[in-house]
């Protein structure tokens, strides 16, 4: 995730970075340019006097409205999965450091102690790298034998909560936690499990592609054919406004696809990475 002042008005205007959409879209404006330009030629060369087509201005302003709408709703969604996993994050800090404090303040011994503060470290790194459908154990501190286990399963974060579960119930039995303790330990592990659900549901569950592909197909044919309507007032410049157009509405669709899956590595996405080693860091204080 990039970090920066959004009061820096020019600085942002002026920087070209690599998620900018235009070092992204480049080649499609170029194709876009020259293929309006080509409509614009056949237009001001063969139908110099098809003049009913300025009529169309008033219909693209509609249809452009329509579109606006429609970019509009499908930005909004696409934020909404970005703010919604920034949440569930949020809260899997909050409960990573809750359930670091209450075992650290318990008659754990130091072996089941330790035990924990690695597992709930472990379950951020786990969980961030499922999210990118990955498995890196060597960010993970097992024990051999933990090791041996986890490399058996497929979904490395919900083991590791299953081998919390089976600590804790065993501490339970030596009689070192009341019942309330564990059940206030027991709710932590269980809000860990609905944040990670959460996360699953929104990377599982994309946009419709139907709406996806008519979106983009409805763009495309809008852009290519505004120089009709344009033609007959700014001649070979309705092309340029055509790219422009283009370029504008395609960002919104190029944006919003990248936000929609926030668990990435892109530009946009989530700083996961970052909120692991800050659940790590802060586990290990409290243990400390």
């Known amino acids: 995730m990039i970090k920066y002042n959004p009061k820096n008005w020019f600085q942002l205007i002026f920087?070209?970075?690599?998620?900018?959409?235009?070092?992204?879209?480049?080649?499609?404006?170029?194709?876009?340019?020259?293929?309006?330009?080509?409509?614009?030629?056949?237009?001001?060369?063969?139908?110099?006097?098809?003049?009913?087509?300025t009529n169309l201005i008033a219909v693209y302003s509609l249809v452009g409205f329509v579109i606006s709408l429609l970019l509009v709703f499908r930005t909004n969604t696409a934020y909404d999965r970005w703010w919604e996993g920034r949440r569930k994050w949020g809260e899997m800090v909050n409960d990573s450091r809750n359930?670091?404090?209450?075992?650290?303040?318990?008659?754990?011994?130091?072996?089941?102690?330790?035990?924990?503060?690695?597992?709930?470290?472990?379950?951020?790194?786990?969980?961030?790298e499922h999210l990118r459908k990955k498995v890196n154990l060597a960010e993970l501190e097992l024990s051999v034998e933990e090791l041996k286990i986890i490399r058996k399963k497929k979904h490395v974060p919900v083991e590791i909560i299953h081998l919390m579960f089976k600590r804790l119930k065993r501490v339970k039995q030596e009689d070192k936690l009341s019942e309330i303790e564990y059940l206030a330990i027991n709710d932590n592990l269980d809000s860990l499990m609905d944040s990670l659900g959460a996360c699953e549901r929104i990377l599982n569950t994309p946009i419709p592609f139907s709406y996806s592909l008519f979106l983009?197909?409805?763009?495309?044919?809008?852009?290519?054919?505004?120089?009709?309507?344009f033609v007959s007032t700014f001649?070979?410049?309705?092309?340029?406004?055509?790219?422009?157009?283009?370029?504008?509405?395609?960002?919104?669709?190029?944006?919003?696809?990248?936000?929609?899956?926030?668990?990435?590595?892109?530009?946009?996405?989530?700083?996961?990475?970052?909120?692991?080693?800050?659940?790590?860091?802060?586990?290990?204080?409290?243990?400390?």
């Open 15 to 53: 920087a070209l970075h690599k998620s900018d959409t235009f070092r992204i879209l480049w080649k499609e404006l170029i194709y876009i340019c020259l293929f309006t330009i080509g409509i614009a030629y056949v237009h001001i060369t063969y139908f110099p006097h098809a003049t009913y087509l």
């Open 99 to 128: 359930l670091a404090v209450k075992i650290s303040t318990l008659q754990f011994s130091e072996t089941d102690a330790d035990f924990f503060r690695r597992m709930i470290s472990n379950f951020a790194f786990a969980t961030k």
């Open 216 to 229: 983009k197909k409805f763009i495309f044919i809008y852009t290519t054919t505004l120089p009709l309507a």
């Open 235 to 288: 001649g070979y410049f309705s092309a340029i406004i055509a790219t422009f157009v283009f370029y504008v509405m395609v960002s919104m669709e190029v944006l919003a696809e990248e936000i929609e899956d926030p668990f990435g590595t892109d530009d946009n996405d989530l700083p996961t990475d970052q909120l692991c080693v800050t659940i790590k860091e802060n586990v290990d204080e409290v243990f400390s």
